[in-house]
Protein backbone atom coordinates (compact mmCIF):
# COMPACT_ATOMS: atom_id res chain seq x y z
CA UNK A 1 0.00 0.00 0.00
CA UNK A 2 1.45 3.45 -1.54
CA UNK A 3 0.89 6.72 0.38
CA UNK A 4 1.49 8.02 -3.27
CA UNK A 5 -1.76 6.10 -3.95
CA UNK A 6 -4.01 9.44 -2.21
CA UNK A 7 -5.46 10.78 -5.36
CA UNK A 8 -3.64 14.30 -4.27
CA UNK A 9 -2.90 16.01 -1.01
CA UNK A 10 -6.11 17.37 -0.36
CA UNK A 11 -7.37 14.00 -0.47
CA UNK A 12 -4.84 12.75 1.79
CA UNK A 13 -5.51 15.34 4.02
CA UNK A 14 -9.20 14.92 3.95
CA UNK A 15 -9.11 11.72 5.09
CA UNK A 16 -6.58 12.34 7.61
CA UNK A 17 -8.51 14.69 9.19
CA UNK A 18 -11.89 13.00 9.54
CA UNK A 19 -10.06 10.07 10.95
CA UNK A 20 -8.64 12.17 13.68
CA UNK A 21 -12.02 13.88 14.47
CA UNK A 22 -13.36 10.51 14.73
CA UNK A 23 -15.63 10.51 12.40
CA UNK A 24 -17.38 7.35 11.59
CA UNK A 25 -16.32 6.95 8.04
CA UNK A 26 -15.09 4.17 5.72
CA UNK A 27 -11.46 4.14 5.44
CA UNK A 28 -9.63 4.00 2.10
CA UNK A 29 -7.49 1.05 1.74
CA UNK A 30 -4.53 3.70 2.35
CA UNK A 31 -5.90 5.25 5.23
CA UNK A 32 -6.48 2.22 6.74
CA UNK A 33 -2.68 1.24 6.39
CA UNK A 34 -2.04 4.64 8.23
CA UNK A 35 -4.34 4.15 10.60
CA UNK A 36 -3.26 1.00 11.18
CA UNK A 37 0.36 1.80 12.33
CA UNK A 38 0.98 2.04 16.13
CA UNK A 39 2.45 5.10 15.93
CA UNK A 40 -0.78 6.74 14.33
CA UNK A 41 -2.27 6.55 17.82
CA UNK A 42 0.27 9.36 18.89
CA UNK A 43 -1.66 11.97 16.14
CA UNK A 44 -5.07 10.55 17.28
CA UNK A 45 -4.50 11.04 20.92
CA UNK A 46 -2.21 14.27 20.37
CA UNK A 47 -5.13 16.24 18.94
CA UNK A 48 -7.51 15.65 21.40
CA UNK A 49 -5.25 16.10 24.59
CA UNK A 50 -3.64 19.11 23.01
CA UNK A 51 -7.12 20.80 22.69
CA UNK A 52 -8.11 19.27 26.25
CA UNK A 53 -5.43 21.05 27.90
CA UNK A 54 -5.63 24.29 26.13
CA UNK A 55 -9.10 23.87 27.26
CA UNK A 56 -8.24 23.19 31.31
CA UNK A 57 -5.72 26.03 31.25
CA UNK A 58 -8.73 28.44 29.75
CA UNK A 59 -10.90 27.40 32.44
CA UNK A 60 -9.04 26.51 35.51
CA UNK A 61 -11.79 27.30 38.19
CA UNK A 62 -14.14 25.12 36.26
CA UNK A 63 -11.49 22.06 36.24
CA UNK A 64 -11.02 23.09 39.82
CA UNK A 65 -14.63 22.88 41.27
CA UNK A 66 -15.22 19.74 38.93
CA UNK A 67 -11.93 18.05 39.47
CA UNK A 68 -9.56 17.13 37.07
CA UNK A 69 -11.17 13.94 36.19
CA UNK A 70 -14.58 15.22 35.45
CA UNK A 71 -13.09 18.31 33.30
CA UNK A 72 -10.98 16.24 30.89
CA UNK A 73 -14.18 13.75 30.59
CA UNK A 74 -16.46 16.62 30.04
CA UNK A 75 -13.54 18.76 27.72
CA UNK A 76 -13.55 15.61 25.18
CA UNK A 77 -17.28 15.41 24.55
CA UNK A 78 -16.97 19.65 24.14
CA UNK A 79 -13.66 19.27 21.77
CA UNK A 80 -15.74 16.38 19.53
CA UNK A 81 -18.53 19.13 19.25
CA UNK A 82 -16.60 21.87 19.26
CA UNK A 83 -13.16 21.62 18.05
CA UNK A 84 -10.52 24.84 17.55
CA UNK A 85 -10.74 27.18 14.27
CA UNK A 86 -7.82 28.76 15.06
CA UNK A 87 -4.17 28.53 16.30
CA UNK A 88 -4.57 30.73 18.99
CA UNK A 89 -5.22 28.59 21.79
CA UNK A 90 -5.94 31.26 24.31
CA UNK A 91 -9.33 31.65 22.24
CA UNK A 92 -10.69 28.37 22.70
CA UNK A 93 -13.79 27.35 24.22
CA UNK A 94 -16.37 30.59 23.84
CA UNK A 95 -19.29 28.24 24.00
CA UNK A 96 -17.87 25.79 26.67
CA UNK A 97 -20.11 27.63 29.14
CA UNK A 98 -23.11 27.04 26.85
CA UNK A 99 -21.88 23.85 26.19
CA UNK A 100 -21.80 22.92 30.11
CA UNK A 101 -25.09 24.51 30.64
CA UNK A 102 -26.86 21.54 28.58
CA UNK A 103 -24.52 19.12 29.31
CA UNK A 104 -26.54 16.32 31.21
CA UNK A 105 -23.37 15.52 33.84
CA UNK A 106 -23.24 19.03 34.31
CA UNK A 107 -26.57 19.17 36.79
CA UNK A 108 -24.77 17.70 39.29
CA UNK A 109 -22.34 20.32 39.87
CA UNK A 110 -23.54 23.34 41.27
CA UNK A 111 -23.18 26.57 39.21
CA UNK A 112 -20.61 25.32 36.69
CA UNK A 113 -22.08 26.47 33.81
CA UNK A 114 -21.51 30.28 35.43
CA UNK A 115 -17.76 28.95 36.47
CA UNK A 116 -16.89 28.42 33.25
CA UNK A 117 -18.48 31.80 31.95
CA UNK A 118 -16.28 33.41 34.42
CA UNK A 119 -13.20 31.74 33.25
CA UNK A 120 -14.26 33.12 29.50
CA UNK A 121 -14.85 36.53 31.16
CA UNK A 122 -11.63 36.24 32.68
CA UNK A 123 -9.77 35.19 29.59
CA UNK A 124 -11.56 38.12 27.58
CA UNK A 125 -10.49 40.30 29.78
CA UNK A 126 -6.86 39.10 29.87
CA UNK A 127 -6.60 39.57 26.20
CA UNK A 128 -8.87 42.70 25.64
CA UNK A 129 -7.21 45.81 23.66
CA UNK A 130 -5.45 48.26 25.59
CA UNK A 131 -7.10 51.48 26.70
CA UNK A 132 -6.54 54.03 28.92
CA UNK A 133 -8.82 54.20 32.60
CA UNK A 134 -10.87 57.00 32.79
CA UNK A 135 -9.69 59.38 35.58
CA UNK A 136 -12.71 59.22 38.19
CA UNK A 137 -11.00 63.38 38.51
CA UNK A 138 -12.77 63.92 35.03
CA UNK A 139 -16.11 62.82 35.91
CA UNK A 140 -15.97 64.85 39.50
CA UNK A 141 -15.48 67.95 37.34
CA UNK A 142 -18.39 67.79 35.64
CA UNK A 143 -21.13 69.98 36.12
CA UNK A 144 -24.84 68.29 37.29
CA UNK A 145 -26.10 69.39 33.88
CA UNK A 146 -23.14 68.19 31.78
CA UNK A 147 -23.23 64.93 34.02
CA UNK A 148 -26.43 63.69 32.90
CA UNK A 149 -26.29 64.27 29.20
CA UNK A 150 -22.46 62.20 29.32
CA UNK A 151 -21.98 58.81 28.32
CA UNK A 152 -19.48 56.48 29.78
CA UNK A 153 -18.10 53.97 27.61
CA UNK A 154 -17.04 50.40 29.58
CA UNK A 155 -13.35 49.59 29.68
CA UNK A 156 -12.67 47.24 26.47
CA UNK A 157 -11.47 45.09 28.75
CA UNK A 158 -14.55 45.02 31.10
CA UNK A 159 -16.90 41.94 31.00
CA UNK A 160 -19.19 41.61 34.11
CA UNK A 161 -22.34 39.33 34.64
CA UNK A 162 -25.41 38.87 37.04
CA UNK A 163 -25.84 35.12 38.77
CA UNK A 164 -29.87 35.18 39.77
CA UNK A 165 -29.38 32.01 41.09
CA UNK A 166 -26.97 31.85 43.52
CA UNK A 167 -22.94 32.28 44.68
CA UNK A 168 -21.36 31.33 41.28
CA UNK A 169 -19.08 34.40 41.60
CA UNK A 170 -18.03 33.11 45.10
CA UNK A 171 -17.35 29.37 43.90
CA UNK A 172 -15.47 31.10 40.73
CA UNK A 173 -13.37 32.72 43.30
CA UNK A 174 -12.03 30.39 45.28
CA UNK A 175 -11.73 28.01 42.45
CA UNK A 176 -9.77 30.20 40.79
CA UNK A 177 -7.47 31.05 43.59
CA UNK A 178 -7.06 27.04 44.01
CA UNK A 179 -8.57 27.32 47.22
CA UNK A 180 -11.12 24.37 49.06
CA UNK A 181 -12.25 26.83 52.01
CA UNK A 182 -16.20 25.89 51.55
CA UNK A 183 -17.05 27.67 54.23
CA UNK A 184 -20.96 28.23 54.07
CA UNK A 185 -22.00 29.58 50.88
CA UNK A 186 -25.26 32.16 50.50
CA UNK A 187 -27.75 31.63 48.17
CA UNK A 188 -28.35 35.41 47.04
CA UNK A 189 -27.51 36.12 43.80
CA UNK A 190 -24.46 37.56 42.81
CA UNK A 191 -23.26 39.99 40.21
CA UNK A 192 -19.91 39.75 39.00
CA UNK A 193 -17.04 42.41 37.22
CA UNK A 194 -13.95 41.17 35.64
CA UNK A 195 -11.69 44.00 34.26
CA UNK A 196 -7.98 44.30 33.46
CA UNK A 197 -7.28 48.51 34.34
CA UNK A 198 -3.83 47.71 34.51
CA UNK A 199 -1.35 45.13 34.44
CA UNK A 200 -3.37 42.48 35.17
CA UNK A 201 -7.09 41.30 35.68
CA UNK A 202 -8.88 42.02 39.12
CA UNK A 203 -12.51 40.60 39.55
CA UNK A 204 -15.16 42.06 42.58
CA UNK A 205 -18.62 42.09 43.29
CA UNK A 206 -21.49 44.20 41.31
CA UNK A 207 -24.42 44.87 43.30
CA UNK A 208 -27.95 44.79 40.92
CA UNK A 209 -27.66 48.32 40.31
CA UNK A 210 -24.73 48.53 39.18
CA UNK A 211 -25.03 45.58 37.02
CA UNK A 212 -27.75 47.27 35.40
CA UNK A 213 -26.29 50.72 34.80
CA UNK A 214 -23.36 48.86 33.04
CA UNK A 215 -25.60 47.62 30.65
CA UNK A 216 -27.23 50.37 30.14
CA UNK A 217 -23.91 52.23 29.50
CA UNK A 218 -22.61 49.37 27.21
CA UNK A 219 -26.23 49.99 25.49
CA UNK A 220 -24.56 53.76 24.81
CA UNK A 221 -26.97 55.28 27.06
CA UNK A 222 -26.22 58.59 29.24
CA UNK A 223 -25.63 58.37 32.61
CA UNK A 224 -28.80 60.19 33.49
CA UNK A 225 -30.36 56.63 31.37
CA UNK A 226 -27.94 54.56 33.29
CA UNK A 227 -28.84 56.38 36.81
CA UNK A 228 -32.51 55.68 35.78
CA UNK A 229 -31.48 51.86 35.17
CA UNK A 230 -29.88 50.88 38.45
CA UNK A 231 -32.57 52.58 40.33
CA UNK A 232 -35.23 50.61 38.38
CA UNK A 233 -32.74 47.32 39.31
CA UNK A 234 -32.74 48.27 42.86
CA UNK A 235 -34.46 51.22 44.24
CA UNK A 236 -31.93 51.62 47.23
CA UNK A 237 -28.87 52.46 45.08
CA UNK A 238 -26.83 55.20 46.27
CA UNK A 239 -25.90 56.41 42.70
CA UNK A 240 -22.48 58.43 44.40
CA UNK A 241 -21.41 55.29 46.03
CA UNK A 242 -21.99 53.46 42.68
CA UNK A 243 -19.89 55.48 40.77
CA UNK A 244 -17.02 55.56 42.89
CA UNK A 245 -17.27 52.00 42.95
CA UNK A 246 -17.32 51.87 38.63
CA UNK A 247 -14.68 54.49 38.66
CA UNK A 248 -12.45 52.92 41.13
CA UNK A 249 -12.24 49.54 39.74
CA UNK A 250 -11.42 50.56 36.21
CA UNK A 251 -14.76 49.72 34.53
CA UNK A 252 -15.11 52.49 31.86
CA UNK A 253 -12.11 53.91 29.37
CA UNK A 254 -13.49 57.32 27.94
CA UNK A 255 -16.62 59.65 28.52
CA UNK A 256 -18.08 61.39 25.84
CA UNK A 257 -20.91 64.06 25.74
CA UNK A 258 -24.39 63.69 23.95
CA UNK A 259 -25.49 66.60 21.87
CA UNK A 260 -28.81 68.03 22.37
CA UNK A 261 -29.12 69.25 18.25
CA UNK A 262 -27.10 66.12 16.70
CA UNK A 263 -27.04 63.32 18.61
CA UNK A 264 -23.19 63.59 18.15
CA UNK A 265 -20.74 61.87 20.21
CA UNK A 266 -17.41 63.33 20.62
CA UNK A 267 -14.77 63.32 23.55
CA UNK A 268 -15.13 66.27 25.42
CA UNK A 269 -11.38 65.58 26.85
CA UNK A 270 -9.64 64.60 23.73
CA UNK A 271 -6.63 66.40 24.42
CA UNK A 272 -6.54 67.06 20.36
CA UNK A 273 -9.43 69.47 20.37
CA UNK A 274 -7.63 71.36 23.43
CA UNK B 1 22.56 35.62 9.84
CA UNK B 2 22.23 35.87 13.36
CA UNK B 3 25.38 34.06 14.42
CA UNK B 4 25.76 36.33 17.38
CA UNK B 5 22.92 33.75 18.86
CA UNK B 6 24.57 31.05 21.00
CA UNK B 7 22.50 28.68 23.45
CA UNK B 8 18.70 29.84 23.83
CA UNK B 9 15.78 29.00 25.62
CA UNK B 10 12.44 28.15 24.67
CA UNK B 11 10.29 30.18 27.54
CA UNK B 12 7.91 29.08 29.22
CA UNK B 13 5.37 31.84 31.58
CA UNK B 14 6.40 31.02 34.53
CA UNK B 15 10.00 31.42 34.19
CA UNK B 16 8.94 34.55 32.71
CA UNK B 17 10.35 36.67 35.86
CA UNK B 18 13.56 34.74 35.77
CA UNK B 19 14.27 35.30 32.30
CA UNK B 20 13.75 38.45 32.64
CA UNK B 21 16.44 38.59 34.99
CA UNK B 22 18.79 36.84 34.17
CA UNK B 23 22.36 37.84 32.69
CA UNK B 24 23.29 35.09 31.37
CA UNK B 25 26.08 36.31 28.23
CA UNK B 26 24.40 35.47 24.72
CA UNK B 27 20.80 34.19 25.93
CA UNK B 28 18.14 34.15 23.51
CA UNK B 29 14.66 33.13 24.09
CA UNK B 30 12.16 31.50 21.61
CA UNK B 31 8.35 31.83 22.06
CA UNK B 32 5.78 30.04 20.27
CA UNK B 33 4.02 32.91 18.19
CA UNK B 34 0.29 32.24 18.71
CA UNK B 35 0.49 32.21 22.47
CA UNK B 36 0.96 36.10 21.72
CA UNK B 37 -1.00 37.13 19.02
CA UNK B 38 -3.68 38.81 21.30
CA UNK B 39 -5.04 42.23 20.95
CA UNK B 40 -3.77 43.82 24.33
CA UNK B 41 -2.61 42.41 27.85
CA UNK B 42 -0.09 41.28 29.96
CA UNK B 43 0.85 38.71 27.31
CA UNK B 44 2.29 41.28 24.77
CA UNK B 45 3.91 43.36 27.67
CA UNK B 46 5.96 40.31 28.74
CA UNK B 47 6.86 39.69 25.35
CA UNK B 48 8.31 43.38 25.16
CA UNK B 49 10.31 43.34 28.12
CA UNK B 50 11.96 40.07 27.10
CA UNK B 51 12.67 41.68 23.45
CA UNK B 52 13.75 44.54 25.12
CA UNK B 53 16.62 42.64 27.50
CA UNK B 54 17.53 39.61 24.90
CA UNK B 55 16.83 38.90 21.21
CA UNK B 56 13.87 36.47 20.88
CA UNK B 57 12.73 33.82 17.76
CA UNK B 58 9.18 33.61 17.07
CA UNK B 59 8.57 30.08 15.87
CA UNK B 60 5.20 29.44 14.70
CA UNK B 61 2.74 26.36 15.24
CA UNK B 62 -0.08 27.07 13.30
CA UNK B 63 0.70 28.32 9.99
CA UNK B 64 -0.15 25.12 8.25
CA UNK B 65 2.56 25.48 5.71
CA UNK B 66 1.82 21.86 4.33
CA UNK B 67 -1.82 21.58 3.80
CA UNK B 68 -3.33 21.62 0.52
CA UNK B 69 -4.62 24.97 0.75
CA UNK B 70 -2.41 28.87 1.33
CA UNK B 71 -2.15 30.24 4.85
CA UNK B 72 -5.24 31.70 6.20
CA UNK B 73 -4.66 35.62 4.91
CA UNK B 74 -5.88 37.01 8.96
CA UNK B 75 -3.43 34.55 10.49
CA UNK B 76 -0.30 35.29 8.16
CA UNK B 77 -1.37 39.37 9.23
CA UNK B 78 -1.29 38.40 12.47
CA UNK B 79 2.36 36.88 12.43
CA UNK B 80 3.06 40.09 10.53
CA UNK B 81 1.74 42.16 13.07
CA UNK B 82 3.58 40.21 15.97
CA UNK B 83 7.03 40.54 13.96
CA UNK B 84 7.02 43.91 13.06
CA UNK B 85 6.46 44.53 16.39
CA UNK B 86 9.12 41.97 17.84
CA UNK B 87 11.70 42.24 15.44
CA UNK B 88 12.59 39.01 16.22
CA UNK B 89 16.06 37.49 15.13
CA UNK B 90 14.74 34.13 14.34
CA UNK B 91 11.47 33.13 12.65
CA UNK B 92 10.32 29.87 11.83
CA UNK B 93 7.83 27.09 10.99
CA UNK B 94 7.10 23.43 10.83
CA UNK B 95 7.02 21.22 7.73
CA UNK B 96 3.45 19.78 9.09
CA UNK B 97 -0.07 21.28 8.47
CA UNK B 98 -2.46 21.74 11.44
CA UNK B 99 -5.12 23.95 10.02
CA UNK B 100 -7.72 22.14 7.32
CA UNK B 101 -10.94 23.28 6.40
CA UNK B 102 -11.56 26.02 9.15
CA UNK B 103 -10.45 23.48 12.08
CA UNK B 104 -7.61 23.33 14.00
CA UNK B 105 -5.81 20.31 14.80
CA UNK B 106 -3.55 21.18 17.39
CA UNK B 107 -0.65 18.65 16.48
CA UNK B 108 2.06 18.62 13.86
CA UNK B 109 0.51 16.04 11.34
CA UNK B 110 2.27 14.74 8.78
CA UNK B 111 3.32 15.68 5.18
CA UNK B 112 2.88 13.26 2.16
CA UNK B 113 6.16 14.15 0.61
CA UNK B 114 5.25 14.41 -3.19
CA UNK B 115 6.53 17.31 -5.85
CA UNK B 116 3.08 18.19 -5.90
CA UNK B 117 3.59 18.78 -2.21
CA UNK B 118 6.81 20.35 -2.38
CA UNK B 119 5.17 22.89 -5.33
CA UNK B 120 2.28 23.81 -2.87
CA UNK B 121 4.95 24.00 0.49
CA UNK B 122 7.16 25.85 -1.55
CA UNK B 123 4.59 28.31 -2.86
CA UNK B 124 2.93 28.72 0.89
CA UNK B 125 6.54 29.43 1.95
CA UNK B 126 7.30 31.95 -0.34
CA UNK B 127 3.73 33.49 0.71
CA UNK B 128 4.92 33.62 3.84
CA UNK B 129 8.19 35.03 2.69
CA UNK B 130 6.83 37.81 1.07
CA UNK B 131 4.45 39.30 3.80
CA UNK B 132 6.92 38.44 6.25
CA UNK B 133 9.51 40.31 4.31
CA UNK B 134 12.20 37.77 5.47
CA UNK B 135 12.98 34.70 5.45
CA UNK B 136 12.30 32.30 7.83
CA UNK B 137 13.50 28.91 8.54
CA UNK B 138 11.37 25.04 8.63
CA UNK B 139 11.73 22.42 11.04
CA UNK B 140 12.01 18.66 10.29
CA UNK B 141 9.14 16.68 11.79
CA UNK B 142 8.76 14.04 14.36
CA UNK B 143 7.74 10.80 12.46
CA UNK B 144 5.48 8.17 14.14
CA UNK B 145 3.95 6.64 10.98
CA UNK B 146 5.75 5.36 7.73
CA UNK B 147 4.10 7.16 4.46
CA UNK B 148 5.39 4.86 1.95
CA UNK B 149 6.52 5.13 -1.13
CA UNK B 150 7.19 9.07 -0.45
CA UNK B 151 8.52 10.48 -4.16
CA UNK B 152 11.28 12.44 -2.12
CA UNK B 153 13.72 11.89 0.86
CA UNK B 154 13.23 14.35 3.63
CA UNK B 155 16.41 16.09 3.34
CA UNK B 156 15.87 16.36 -0.30
CA UNK B 157 12.60 17.32 0.49
CA UNK B 158 14.03 20.17 3.01
CA UNK B 159 17.27 21.37 0.49
CA UNK B 160 14.83 21.78 -2.24
CA UNK B 161 12.44 23.67 -0.63
CA UNK B 162 15.69 25.85 0.61
CA UNK B 163 17.10 26.51 -3.10
CA UNK B 164 13.23 26.89 -4.29
CA UNK B 165 12.58 29.31 -1.52
CA UNK B 166 15.57 30.47 0.44
CA UNK B 167 13.88 29.57 3.53
CA UNK B 168 16.57 28.15 5.75
CA UNK B 169 16.42 25.05 8.16
CA UNK B 170 15.49 24.56 11.47
CA UNK B 171 17.48 20.98 12.85
CA UNK B 172 15.14 19.25 15.84
CA UNK B 173 17.84 16.82 16.35
CA UNK B 174 15.75 15.51 18.58
CA UNK B 175 12.57 14.96 16.34
CA UNK B 176 15.87 13.08 13.88
CA UNK B 177 16.62 10.74 16.79
CA UNK B 178 12.85 10.27 17.87
CA UNK B 179 12.37 9.68 13.89
CA UNK B 180 15.05 7.17 13.19
CA UNK B 181 14.16 5.44 15.98
CA UNK B 182 10.60 5.10 14.77
CA UNK B 183 11.17 4.43 11.18
CA UNK B 184 14.38 2.85 11.65
CA UNK B 185 16.93 4.84 10.06
CA UNK B 186 20.16 6.06 10.38
CA UNK B 187 20.41 9.65 12.57
CA UNK B 188 23.74 9.73 12.35
CA UNK B 189 23.03 9.66 8.13
CA UNK B 190 20.51 12.07 8.57
CA UNK B 191 22.69 14.31 10.20
CA UNK B 192 25.35 13.84 8.16
CA UNK B 193 24.07 14.61 5.07
CA UNK B 194 21.05 17.42 5.83
CA UNK B 195 22.52 20.57 3.94
CA UNK B 196 24.39 22.27 6.87
CA UNK B 197 24.54 25.05 4.78
CA UNK B 198 20.85 26.20 5.09
CA UNK B 199 20.34 24.87 8.55
CA UNK B 200 19.63 28.34 11.35
CA UNK B 201 19.00 27.13 13.89
CA UNK B 202 19.10 23.89 16.14
CA UNK B 203 16.66 22.70 18.58
CA UNK B 204 17.46 20.18 21.67
CA UNK B 205 14.33 18.87 23.69
CA UNK B 206 13.82 15.46 25.51
CA UNK B 207 11.71 12.93 24.55
CA UNK B 208 9.38 9.68 26.13
CA UNK B 209 8.91 6.23 25.14
CA UNK B 210 5.16 5.16 24.28
CA UNK B 211 3.60 3.70 27.37
CA UNK B 212 2.27 0.40 25.73
CA UNK B 213 4.80 0.12 22.70
CA UNK B 214 7.98 1.17 24.96
CA UNK B 215 11.39 2.24 22.86
CA UNK B 216 9.97 0.76 20.02
CA UNK B 217 7.80 4.22 19.70
CA UNK B 218 9.19 7.51 20.63
CA UNK B 219 7.56 10.35 21.38
CA UNK B 220 8.32 14.11 21.00
CA UNK B 221 6.86 14.93 24.16
CA UNK B 222 9.58 17.57 25.64
CA UNK B 223 8.73 16.39 28.86
CA UNK B 224 12.30 15.27 29.99
CA UNK B 225 15.94 16.45 29.67
CA UNK B 226 18.01 15.90 26.67
CA UNK B 227 18.74 12.05 26.57
CA UNK B 228 22.71 11.58 25.66
CA UNK B 229 22.38 10.08 22.15
CA UNK B 230 20.82 13.41 21.60
CA UNK B 231 23.44 15.56 23.23
CA UNK B 232 26.07 12.95 20.56
CA UNK B 233 24.06 13.79 17.51
CA UNK B 234 23.82 17.54 18.46
CA UNK B 235 28.06 17.29 19.14
CA UNK B 236 28.02 15.65 15.46
CA UNK B 237 25.82 18.21 13.71
CA UNK B 238 28.12 21.05 15.53
CA UNK B 239 31.28 19.03 14.35
CA UNK B 240 30.28 19.31 10.74
CA UNK B 241 28.55 22.13 9.78
CA UNK B 242 29.87 24.77 12.78
CA UNK B 243 28.30 26.44 15.67
CA UNK B 244 24.19 27.42 15.12
CA UNK B 245 21.83 29.30 17.71
CA UNK B 246 20.82 26.16 19.66
CA UNK B 247 17.64 26.12 21.51
CA UNK B 248 16.60 23.92 24.38
CA UNK B 249 12.75 22.72 24.88
CA UNK B 250 10.97 21.87 27.37
CA UNK B 251 6.97 21.92 27.40
CA UNK B 252 6.14 19.34 30.20
CA UNK B 253 7.21 18.60 33.63
CA UNK B 254 8.93 21.90 33.44
CA UNK B 255 11.84 22.16 35.85
CA UNK B 256 13.06 25.10 37.66
CA UNK B 257 14.15 27.99 35.34
CA UNK B 258 17.97 26.86 36.54
CA UNK B 259 17.91 23.46 35.69
CA UNK B 260 17.12 24.14 31.96
CA UNK B 261 19.96 26.94 31.84
CA UNK B 262 22.02 24.15 32.76
CA UNK B 263 21.08 22.32 29.53
CA UNK B 264 20.84 25.51 28.08
CA UNK B 265 24.84 26.23 29.34
CA UNK B 266 26.21 22.75 28.40
CA UNK B 267 24.97 23.54 24.70
CA UNK B 268 26.97 26.62 25.27
CA UNK B 269 29.76 24.81 26.01
CA UNK B 270 30.14 22.41 23.12
CA UNK B 271 29.23 25.76 21.06
CA UNK B 272 32.05 27.50 22.35
CA UNK B 273 34.34 24.54 22.42
CA UNK B 274 33.36 24.26 17.96
CA UNK B 275 33.83 27.44 17.82
CA UNK B 276 37.28 28.38 19.32
CA UNK B 277 38.65 24.38 19.06
CA UNK B 278 38.23 22.87 15.63
CA UNK B 279 37.50 25.76 13.31
CA UNK B 280 39.60 23.98 10.75
CA UNK B 281 37.39 20.74 10.63
CA UNK B 282 34.11 22.97 9.57
CA UNK B 283 32.79 20.83 6.28
CA UNK B 284 32.65 22.43 2.84
Redesign the interface.
Known sequence: MTASAFTSLAAFQDALARTLEGEPCALTPQMAALVAQPGFAVYRNGVVKHAIDALQANFPAVAHWAGEPWFRAAAFHYVRQTPPRVPMLIEYGATFPAFLACFEPAAAIPHVAHVARLDRMWTEAHIAPEAAVLDPARVAGLCPQTLSRAVLHPHPSARWAWFADGPAFTIWSRNRDRTRELTALGEDPEGALLVRPRDGVTSGRLDAGEHAFLNRCAEGGTLADAAHAALEAAPATDLERLMCHLLAAGAFSRITLRSDTDQEIRDEHDPRGS | MPTALTGGLALKPQHFDAALACTASGLWLEVHA??Y???????R?WLAALRARHPVSLHG??L?LA???PPDPA?LE?LRQLVQCTDPALVSEHLA???????????L??V?R?T??LV?IADNIQRVQDALRRSIAIENPA?????????WAEIDFLAELARRTGCGLLLDVNNVYVSAN?LAYCAQTYIDTVPAQHVREIHLAGHSA?P??GT??L?DSHDAAICGEVWSLFKRAIARMGPRPTLIERDANVPCFDELLAERDRACTLLDARRTGTRESVCP
Open positions: ENMVAGGPRAVGSADAHRWSMWRGTYHPDLPLTAARHYIRLNDSENDQLRLI
